[in-house]
């Protein structure tokens, strides 16, 4: 499938649901959702920011980006092809000009019922089901971008960690990561690292000035082509303790549970019960509610997490992101579920790993520092 056959499918499922809903209009105004519909360009220049400088308007006939001046020239040479700027032309408005931007956006008339919106404003409609199943579930042609973003930012993770030393500060190895990831044309989207003595504390350490000590985990979330590849690993310098070895084994048996389980059909509840029954024959039963677990994976970091009543389904073209975690261990890659099974699509073969059920896994690299 080339990128214009994946955009003109896409198109065709947003204009399906346009006619399930009784509408005849859809704004796609969110980063992840430019992402998908163009099939990998990107609207973002504010990294923190959910909506880009672009959105993607959608009617039962024609369908076209809309910006403004200032990024039209670099969307359409950069972020489409010729072929897709065909597709999807690019109509600019002057900057600021809110109002210019809505009569543009409107520029057939008033739509045939509510329109429709990712990030809906007043009197707008949310996306449906149906279209949220579609994007959680990825073509090959997704994948393999995917496979992709993952390798590159596997390896990042593999260089940083090999350059690391146990006098760095944990902000230091976090402008490491970015680096690492930029060079590959990755977008850090996130970078979390604890040394020896954060480690066993929090769950989510965002860097600070403190120096690493005999132990690190760094954990990045990587946006290539609009999708987000996460994975954390774990440096010592020196010889494991017996301790931290016998915590990250226990993850690692969590993590088997939950992905000999992840299989289609199963409903992210299910798993979420299945992790909550390996924390306890692990001797964490507690552990379950002290971080989230992760879930399904794609244009965001998640787009859906494992809770007890989330009904959403696997199937094959979900892409996983658990992260089961007691204090001091976690574990952590993005894995898609393909018609042969699981792929582990953060694995830089230069890493040192096990193998569980037949799964590459990660260790912990231990390393001896001069």
């Not at 499918?9 to 992402?35: H, M, Q």
């Not at 000999?260 to 299910?270: I, K, M, N, Q, T």
Request: with cysteine; proline share 6%; glycine share 10%.
């Amino acid at each position: 499938m080339t990128r214009a056959q994946e955009v003109e499918t896409k198109l065709a499922w947003v204009r399906e649901a346009l006619a399930e809903a009784g509408s005849s209009l859809c704004r796609l105004r969110g980063s992840d959702w430019f992402a998908w519909v163009t099939a990998g360009g990107s609207s973002t220049v504010l990294m923190t920011a959910e909506t880009g400088v672009a959105e993607v308007i959608v009617g039962m006939r024609d369908a076209f980006v809309l910006t403004d001046h200032i990024e039209a020239g670099r969307l359409r040479a950069e972020q489409l092809s010729e072929e897709l700027a065909q597709m999807l032309p690019v109509c600019a408005v002057p900057w600021g000009n809110l109002d210019a931007w809505e009569a543009a956006a409107l520029a057939g008339g008033q739509p045939d019922g509510p329109v429709l919106s990712d990030r809906p404003g007043p009197a707008e409609e949310t996306l449906p089901e149906a279209l949220l199943v579609r994007r959680r579930t990825l073509l090959p042609a997704e994948l393999a971008r995917f496979r992709q973003v993952g390798r590159a930012a596997a390896e990042a993770v593999t260089g940083v960690l090999l350059a690391a030393t146990p006098q760095m500060t944990e902000l230091e190895l976090a402008a490491l990561a970015g680096a690492a990831l930029r060079r590959r044309g990755l977008d850090d989207a996130l970078a979390l690292v604890a040394g020896q003595r954060r480690l066993p504390l929090y769950r989510h350490p965002t860097p600070q000035k403190e120096v690493l000590g005999n132990v690190a985990m760094l954990v990045v979330c990587a946006r290539g082509h609009g999708l987000v590849a996460s994975l954390t690993r774990f440096v010592s310098f020196g010889p494991l303790p017996d301790a931290a070895r016998a915590a990250h084994a226990r993850v690692r048996a969590v993590e088997a549970a939950v992905l000999a389980a992840s299989v289609p059909g199963a409903r992210l509840a299910d798993l979420y019960s299945v992790l909550a029954g390996a924390y306890r024959e692990g001797g964490d039963p507690g552990a379950v509610l002290e971080h989230h677990q992760g879930g399904l994976a794609g244009y965001q970091a998640r787009e859906a997490i494992a809770t007890p009543g989330a009904a959403i389904s696997l199937d094959v073209g979900s892409v996983l992101a658990w992260n089961p975690s007691v204090r001091g261990a976690k574990i952590e890659d993005t894995i898609a579920l393909t018609g042969r099974g699981l792929e582990v699509l953060t694995l830089d073969p230069a890493w040192p790993q096990t193998t569980v059920a037949g799964l590459p896994r990660p260790l912990v690299m231990e390393r001896t520092c001069p």
